[in-house]
């Protein structure tokens, strides 16, 4: 350890400086500590958002597709958990919003599935006695 002298005045500079890094250290991991903790929420609060947007577009999709008529049931289900999903972010409960979303986007691509089904299903019938109607003129005018 060999320059280590006793001087008071060369004493009281080190530790000067090493009190002065131990601030701006702390300082610098509370400011740190505070950007990460509102980047933190700022992103949380950005995937709430967009899970949010989404979860509307299917909704406004399943109404648009006719699921108030086939599927009514689900749509129902799907604008409840959205008007709770709403709620839970505007009360910052971000996580609870996310997964009502969530829920709410699953009901709605349900009520969307059920109503393209459903029409289908509806075209087909229509195609079968369509169907049977061409089938009863043509046995008609063969006898």
């Known amino acids: 350890m060999g320059a280590l002298t006793l001087q008071p005045d060369s004493l009281e500079v080190k530790m000067k400086d ?5 601030w701006y250290r702390t300082m610098s991991l509370v400011a740190f500590a505070a950007i990460f903790t509102a980047a933190c929420a700022t992103t949380e609060k950005r995937d709430t958002a967009a899970q949010l947007a ?8 399943a109404v648009s597709a006719g ?33 009502l ?3 709410a986007q699953i ?19 229509a195609l079968k006695d369509s169907n049977r109607a061409l089938q009863d003129e043509m046995d008609r005018t063969t006898k």
């Open 107 to 125: 009901n709605a691509q349900l009520a969307s599935s059920k109503t393209r089904a459903a029409k289908a299903q509806k075209a087909a019938d």
């Open 54 to 61: 989404v979860a509307r577009t299917t909704v406004a999709d």
């Open 101 to 103: 979303g969530e829920k």
């Open 18 to 22: 090493i009190s002065g890094f131990k």
């Open 67 to 99: 699921a108030g008529e086939y599927a009514a049931v689900e749509l129902k289900t799907a604008q409840e958990n959205l008007d709770a999903a709403e709620k839970a972010a505007i009360a910052h409960d971000y996580k609870v919003a996310v997964r």
